[in-house]
């Protein structure tokens, strides 16, 4: 067995940056795995088509869906790194700013019925996608293009735009809102 060595007193303040950098480093190693089963797909051609777009699209989210056969909740948002994010985004949702982050959230804001919480699932194209405030998106790790944070109900999803799919969600990320700011 390795030998664990104890971390010393005092290194625990890194521990966020380290989840932050983890977090991070998984979203980049699925883009990679995206770009990959990208050319797989048939090339689209520019195009205003929808049907088109929509056809690509499911190609791309069904290569994905190969590639990522035991993709499962809680891959990208671990129990660590969902604390972790509760507590970053909880300024920007309880603080002075608050009500009007809540409002900005609240605009095109989907209620969880609509929306299946399953990972791989393709986001419902009938429901809009919530607006997620400067506030809330600079407390959380930069995403690279394509890849967003988004709101369903008081749940945060992390959602792929090129192949409209959910590829992890976190139950009760924000306080569920009071019925007077909705």
Same mark, same amino acid.
């Given at each position: 067995?390795?030998?664990?060595?104890?971390?010393?007193?005092?290194?625990?303040?890194?521990?966020?940056?380290?989840?932050m950098?983890?977090?991070?480093?998984?979203v980049?190693?699925?883009?990679?795995?995206?770009?990959?089963v990208e050319?797989?797909?048939p090339?689209?051609?520019?195009?205003?088509?929808?049907?088109q777009l929509i056809?690509?699209e499911k190609?791309?989210?069904?290569?994905?869906?190969?590639?990522r056969?035991?993709?499962?909740?809680?891959?990208?948002?671990? *129990?660590? $790194?969902?604390? %972790?994010?509760?507590?970053?985004?909880?300024?920007a949702?309880?603080? #002075?700013?608050? &009500?009007?982050?809540?409002?900005?959230?609240k605009?095109?804001l989907?209620?969880?019925?609509?929306v299946?919480?399953?990972?791989?699932?393709?986001? *419902?194209? $009938?429901?809009? %996608?919530?607006?997620?405030p400067?506030?809330?998106l600079?407390?959380? #790790?930069?995403? &690279?293009p394509?890849?967003q944070?988004?709101?369903?109900?008081?749940?945060?999803?992390?959602?792929?735009?090129?192949?409209?799919?959910?590829?992890?969600?976190?139950?009760n990320?924000?306080?569920?809102?009071?019925?007077?700011?909705q």
């Open positions: 067995a390795p030998v664990r060595t104890k971390m010393p007193e005092g290194t625990n303040i890194n521990s966020d940056a380290k989840l950098a983890d977090f991070k480093a998984k980049d190693d699925y883009l990679k795995l995206r770009k990959s050319g797989q797909a090339a689209v051609k520019k195009t205003d088509d929808p049907k056809t690509a190609a791309l989210a069904a290569n994905v869906r190969a590639a056969p035991n993709a499962k909740r809680g891959d990208f948002f671990t *129990p660590a $790194t969902q604390a %972790l994010f509760r507590r970053l985004m909880n300024p949702v309880k603080g #002075p700013e608050g &009500p009007e982050n809540k409002g900005a959230i605009e095109d989907p209620q969880p019925k609509d299946p919480f399953q990972v791989n699932a393709d986001y *419902p194209r $009938t429901e809009s %996608l919530s607006t997620v400067p506030d809330v600079r407390a959380l #790790p930069q995403l &690279p394509d890849i944070y988004r709101f369903v109900g008081p749940h945060l999803i992390l959602y792929d735009s090129k192949p409209n799919m959910i590829i992890d969600f976190m139950l990320a924000i306080p569920p809102m009071s019925s007077k700011e």
